[in-house]
């Protein structure tokens, strides 16, 4: 296993926003043209991994939004949608 699989970030312990700024600067990193190809593929597995971890967040988010609901007296509560208007999230 590489060593940026073994570091890559996990939801536990990175938030969306630390995890989009990381991943920015990676890609600023890698289009530089300064990196020797060994850390170019650490990097990209890096990269990869943190924008999975943001994709996964932002499903979260958007599933939580979805089920956001408003009841008549001003409160939000939560309803279960069926699982066929989830789409790939």
Do not use: H, W, Y
């Amino acid at each position: 296993m590489s060593k940026a699989a073994k570091a890559a970030p996990t939801a536990d312990n990175v938030s969306f926003e630390e995890a989009l700024k990381k991943l920015e600067s990676i890609v600023e990193a890698m289009e530089a043209d300064d990196l020797p190809l060994d850390q170019l593929i650490q990097r990209f597995e890096e990269g990869a991994s943190l924008a999975k971890l943001c994709q996964d967040r932002l499903s979260e988010a958007e599933v939580k939004v979805r089920t956001l609901e408003e009841s008549l007296d001003g409160v939000l509560t939560t309803r279960t949608l069926p699982e066929d208007s989830l789409g790939s999230a």
